[in-house]
T-cell receptor, first 113, second 114 residues
């Protein structure tokens, strides 16, 4: 079945540590996105990529980095520069160029030890 | 200023009830509108797009009022399985000429009781 797979489901980060969240899709979508969701808050865009080897900052990119070396994969690294990383992270992809109808992965809950 | 506002709820309704949510948006340049459903600690899933003429999908009806800048979602004959958070999403397509311009509301929580 086609879909988006995020891993791990739960992740713990120590102070000063970089961690990487995985996102893989087999929907053949060109566009992929990373969102952050805090309790009681709307989703906020971290980074997005419309095509392989290209990505753009979203509204809250500071402290995060991404790569898009393959169409299927869009990993997100939460760096030590992100001082408040605890959140629910959602990866998404879209078939339409406008990126309006999103398909989401099941999310990764990141917590700080 | 980008903003999408929703009543957070919770809306507690009995099975079989009709319930409606509204969502207001501040940017008159908004072009597309959607309702997503999100279950607790799960990913959002597209429920329906909202068209200018209004649209219906089974027990769900979506309406758009551009003049007053709000969209609505009506759920008839509520089921226990409708319990979830409903996210209002507005697209500022071509905002700044970039992609990734969906604005998500914080969601309205619905709880359907037996």
């Amino acid at each position: 079945d086609g879909g988006i797979t995020q891993s791990p489901k739960y992740l713990f980060r120590k102070e000063g540590q970089n961690v990487t969240l995985s996102c893989e899709q087999n929907l053949n979508h060109d566009a992929m996105y990373w969102y952050r969701q805090d309790p009681g808050q709307g989703l906020r865009l971290i980074y997005y990529s419309q095509i392989v080897n290209d990505f753009q900052k979203g509204d809250i990119a500071e402290g995060y980095s991404v790569s898009r070396e393959k169409k299927e994969s869009f990993p997100l690294t939460v760096t030590s520069a992100q001082k408040n990383p605890t959140a629910f992270y959602l990866c998404a992809s879209s078939v339409e160029a406008t990126g309006e109808k999103l398909f989401f992965g099941s999310g990764t809950q990141l917590s700080v030890l | 200023r980008k903003e999408v506002e929703q009543d957070p709820g919770p809306f507690n309704v009995p099975e079989g009830a009709t319930v409606a949510f509204n969502c207001t948006y501040s940017n008159s340049a908004s072009q597309s509108f959607f309702w997503y459903r999100q279950d607790c600690r799960k990913e959002p899933k597209l429920l329906m797009s909202v068209y200018s003429s209004g649209n219906e999908d089974g027990r769900f009806t979506a309406q758009l009022n551009r003049a007053s800048q709000y969209i609505s979602l009506l759920i008839r004959d509520s089921k226990l399985s409708d319990s979830a958070t409903y996210l209002c999403v507005v697209s500022l397509r071509n905002y700044g000429g970039s992609q990734g311009n969906l604005i998500f509301g914080k969601g309205t929580k619905l709880s359907v009781k037996p």
